[in-house]
């Protein structure tokens, strides 16, 4: 069963004054250029709000502290030319310090974001169950699940769509869970087009899905399936679905009208006697939500 982490309280918490150049990176990652400006100006006029976490495990050895969370806030007093930084001082090994960072970021990265999908799969690569991370990110063990499996193995183009705001993260999920690269890629082709939403996507997938069974065995003719033709095959879809739904209509609006006259015929007492006398007064049963009208 995994262990949750320990949660230091408070009082017991190590505050210093660290000298900037005594700080040491170990994790360093990308942030964006005007979020990191934005953060800059605000520690410039307001000062920082959140220290920074420093370990100090092995400072006589190497005379570094070792950053474990906060790189931004640190690069933004190295901008501003400031010597010191207010850091909580903490002494852990280098794993358990590198698990602190992954947790820190996971904290403080957008969900539905390949950079949000990226620190859970390291998080997982360390050894955490999915139910672990799901609970440091208030997510269910499937959604955790989902997102590594986008990272293990959805398409590079996939992962690049995702980055740049093409391709949503639920489209990407259903994609990075197809069978296969050529399957894959006529998804995100068809997406590109505006043939497959993730409305529409498990439509598609079926028809992929059918037209390979079709031609089992004959490799030329399934790599032939091409776009143009998925949009046909979903267009022939619709309209048959359109069809059935009109037919389905038109047989309920005339079943109803049918019992419409049997609910009016059966207020004739007259005529509910004679049915009786002759023993033909049992109506036929009604299947589903359908109810003859009782007096």
């Given at each position: 069963?995994?262990?949750?982490?320990?949660?230091?309280?408070?009082?017991?918490?190590?505050?210093?004054?660290?000298?900037?150049?005594?700080?040491?990176v170990?994790?360093s990652?990308d942030?964006d250029?005007?979020?990191f400006?934005m953060?800059?100006?605000?520690i410039s006029?307001l000062g920082l709000?959140k220290?920074?976490r420093?370990?100090?495990?092995?400072?006589?050895k190497?005379?570094?502290?070792?950053?474990i969370?906060?790189?931004?806030?640190?690069?933004?007093?190295k901008?501003?030319?400031?010597?010191?930084v207010l850091?909580?001082?903490?002494?852990c090994t280098?794993?358990?310090a590198?698990?602190?960072?992954l947790?820190e970021?996971i904290?403080?990265?957008?969900p539905?974001?390949?950079?949000f999908?990226?620190?859970l799969?390291?998080l997982?690569?360390?050894g955490?169950?999915?139910e672990r991370?799901?609970r440091v990110?208030?997510?269910?063990?499937?959604?955790i699940?989902?997102?590594?499996?986008?990272?293990?193995?959805g398409e590079?183009?996939l992962?690049?769509?995702?980055?740049?705001?093409?391709?949503p993260?639920?489209f990407?999920?259903q994609?990075?869970?197809?069978d296969?690269?050529?399957?894959?890629?006529l998804?995100?082709?068809?997406?590109?087009?505006?043939?497959?939403?993730?409305?529409?996507?498990?439509?598609?997938?079926?028809?992929?899905a059918?037209h390979?069974?079709?031609?089992?065995?004959?490799?030329?003719?399934r790599?032939a399936?091409?776009v143009?033709q998925?949009?046909?095959?979903i267009?022939e879809a619709?309209?048959?679905?359109t069809?059935?739904?009109r037919q389905a209509?038109?047989?309920e609006?005339?079943?109803?009208?049918?019992l419409?006259c049997?609910n009016?015929?059966?207020?004739?007492?007259?005529?509910v006697?004679?049915?009786?006398?002759?023993?033909?007064?049992k109506r036929?049963?009604l299947?589903?939500?359908?109810k003859?009208?009782?007096?």
């Amino acid at each position: 069963m995994d262990q949750e982490p320990d949660i230091t309280p408070f009082t017991d918490r190590r505050y210093e004054e660290v000298p900037i150049g005594l700080i040491k990176v170990i994790n360093s990652r990308d942030r964006d250029t005007d979020q990191f400006q934005m953060n800059v100006s605000s520690i410039s006029d307001l000062g920082l709000m959140k220290p920074i976490r420093v370990n100090d495990k092995f400072l006589d050895k190497t005379g570094h502290y070792e950053l474990i969370c906060g790189e931004g806030r640190l690069l933004a007093h190295k901008q501003l030319g400031r010597e010191r930084v207010l850091a909580e001082v903490v002494t852990c090994t280098r794993k358990d310090a590198y698990l602190q960072s992954l947790v820190e970021n996971i904290a403080r990265t957008k969900p539905g974001t390949m950079d949000f999908a990226r620190e859970l799969k390291q998080l997982h690569n360390e050894g955490w169950s999915y139910e672990r991370i799901g609970r440091v990110a208030c997510k269910t063990p499937e959604y955790i699940r989902q997102y590594i499996r986008l990272v293990e193995q959805g398409e590079e183009r996939l992962l690049q769509g995702v980055e740049q705001g093409v391709f949503p993260i639920t489209f990407a999920l259903q994609v990075a869970c197809s069978d296969s690269t050529q399957l894959q890629h006529l998804l995100m082709d068809a997406f590109d087009q505006g043939i497959v939403k993730t409305a529409n996507f498990a439509q598609a997938r079926r028809l992929i899905a059918r037209h390979a069974n079709q031609h089992r065995g004959k490799g030329a003719a399934r790599k032939a399936y091409t776009v143009a033709q998925l949009k046909q095959d979903i267009s022939e879809a619709t309209k048959q679905k359109t069809s059935y739904v009109r037919q389905a209509e038109y047989k309920e609006n005339r079943f109803l009208t049918l019992l419409t006259c049997v609910n009016t015929l059966w207020r004739d007492a007259a005529l509910v006697q004679v049915l009786r006398d002759a023993n033909l007064d049992k109506r036929p049963d009604l299947l589903g939500d359908f109810k003859y009208e009782t007096s």
